[in-house]
């Protein structure tokens, strides 16, 4: 199976999996999660050096998620689905991660390309983004952890916000990336920072950024982050 053929099964999957009530939720987060996973390590899997290397990761995804996916698409009833969709998507997860762990943690990630593909996958909130092209990344773990952030606000605006859409906006304030996301969903009259929010906010730390949630009922949720695009000098 080709890459273009797994990220197509992954949007059938998506568009079948919204058909269904019981465990709607917990399967979209649960994909949008492993598809983030997948455009990351396609990315990284794009920039290695040397061919040997890139055809014999490619080859250990085809293995990992092929016959997962193409299993995943033929079953028929929608709970068995539902639950059968959770129990790959955990897989998928550990396999798609030991495949990066492999990975040479210095290539360049292209992170407006790979968010461009990402956003496009997902049907529901529409997701609107404006990313600056002089914009670069050149660090892949500063990349790395602010599509994790934007993961998990795509996740949040489907489990708990029902936004119909949902804007992403990067823009370049010195020597830092800044992004505004908000939404049109349900909002909250008071911010309580879940295990998904605590681990965004405990990862900008760790590479000195910083993140601030704000929220109104019935006036959607905005998440505004900060991160240097470079180490601070010691």
């Known amino acids: 199976m080709s890459s273009a053929a797994t990220l197509l099964a992954f949007q059938y999957l998506t568009l079948g999996l919204a058909r269904f009530s019981g465990g709607e939720f917990r399967a979209r987060r649960d994909l949008v999660k492993a598809h983030g996973e997948l455009l990351l390590s396609r990315e990284l899997l794009a920039r290695a050096s ?15 998620l092929g016959h997962d ?3 995943h698409l033929t079953q ?4 068995e689905h539902v639950r059968r969709a959770q129990e790959i998507n955990r897989k998928l997860l550990g396999d798609v991660r030991e495949v990066v762990s492999t990975l040479r943690g210095d290539e360049i990630i292209d992170l407006r390309q790979t968010m461009e593909r990402f956003c496009t996958t997902i049907t529901r909130p529409t997701i609107h983004l404006a990313f600056p092209s002089d914009l670069d990344m050149d660090d892949p773990l500063r990349a790395q952890t602010m599509l ?8 949040n605006s489907i489990r708990h916000a029902d936004a119909a859409n949902l804007w992403l906006e990067f823009t370049r304030e010195g020597d830092q990336v800044a992004l505004r ?6 909002g909250t009259s008071r911010v309580r ?6 681990g965004m906010r405990d990862r900008l730390r760790e590479l000195g950024g910083s993140v601030h949630f704000t929220s109104q009922s019935m006036h959607g949720f905005q998440v505004d982050i900060h991160l240097p695009l470079l180490e601070p000098a010691p």
């Not at 040397?50 to 990992?64: F, N, P, Y």
């Not at 994790?148 to 996740?155: A, D, F, H, M, N």
């Open 69 to 71: 996916l193409t299993a």
């Open 148 to 155: 994790r952030c934007v993961q998990e606000i795509i996740t």
């Open 76 to 79: 028929g009833k929608a709970q």
């Open 193 to 198: 920072a879940g295990s998904g929010l605590t």
């Open 50 to 64: 040397r061919l040997a290397e890139r055809q014999r990761i490619s080859r250990e995804l085809h293995d990992l």
């Open 181 to 186: 996301a908000h939404d049109d969903g349900c």
